[in-house]
T-cell receptor, first 112, second 111 residues
Framework: GESVGLHLPTLSVQEGDNSIINCAYS??????FIWYKQESGKGPQFIID?????DKRQGQRVTVLLNKTVKHLSLQIAATQPGDSAVYFC???????????FGTGTRLTIIP | KAGVTQTPRYLIKTRGQQVTLSCSPI?????VSWYQQTPGQGLQFLFE???????NKGNFPGRFSGRQFSNSRSEMNVSTLELGDSALYLC??????????FGPGTRLTVT
């Protein structure tokens, strides 16, 4: 069945360093992926997305890499800031049916 | 452009009662999805509505239901509340390109 997993539940990074958050998915039919950031007491915030016909997509300080061969997704955050501290979720979509399957989340802590 | 609005933000109910939560999507978005978030199960898809019709449904019991109005506002209802229904209920406003934008959620506590 569908599942989206995360390699690490917590990650601590020094302020200014780069962060890499990983995600594995199991359904090869997944064709759309989204990364969300969720701060305490708030709903998930859309960060960046990528479709299965792409390997890489860049945003402001963030890059998402998709490796379909090993069903792996990663989120890279450059020059991390204290405001980047949050839980990060990857989510996958199959066939554009609006149902997202979420991973369990990685808590990113930025050390000043 | 206003974001996704969910009301109420916090709710405390007793077992056996029912509850109705409301969501107003981003202007122009016709699709709304609902998710339940708990520490144990994470974010789980409940259902999705488009143009007043339920298009997709997750694996939740029939006590969980929803509807959408002609102005795209959506409500979800949970009947016969159980302790395990305590969760953050999130509404997402869906663009035509499958991007989903979440509201702040309604924190439901069942006692």
């Amino acid at each position: 069945g569908e599942s989206v997993g995360l390699h690490l539940p917590t990650l601590s990074v020094q302020e200014g360093d780069n962060s890499i958050i990983n995600c594995a998915y199991s359904n090869s039919a997944s064709d759309y992926f989204i990364w969300y950031k969720q701060e305490s007491g708030k709903g998930p915030q859309f960060i960046i997305d990528i479709r299965s016909n792409m390997d890489k997509r860049q945003g402001q300080r963030v890059t998402v890499l998709l490796n379909k061969t090993v069903k792996h997704l990663s989120l890279q955050i450059a020059a991390t800031q204290p405001g980047d501290s949050a839980v990060y979720f990857c989510a996958e979509n199959i066939g554009g049916n609006e149902k997202l399957t979420f991973g369990t989340g990685t808590r990113l802590t930025i050390i000043p | 452009k206003a974001g996704v609005t969910q009301t109420p933000r916090y709710l405390i109910k007793t077992r056996g009662q029912q509850v109705t939560l409301s969501c107003s999507p981003i202007s122009g978005h016709r699709s709304v999805s609902w998710y339940q978030q708990t520490p144990g199960q994470g974010l789980q898809f409940l259902f999705e509505y488009f143009s007043e019709t339920q298009r997709n449904k997750g694996n939740f019991p029939g006590r969980f239901s929803g509807r959408q109005f002609s102005n795209s506002r959506s409500e979800m209802n949970v009947s016969t509340l159980e302790l395990g229904d305590s969760a953050l209920y999130l509404c997402a406003s869906n663009s035509a390109y499958y991007e989903q934008y979440f509201g702040p959620g309604t924190r439901l506590t069942v006692t």
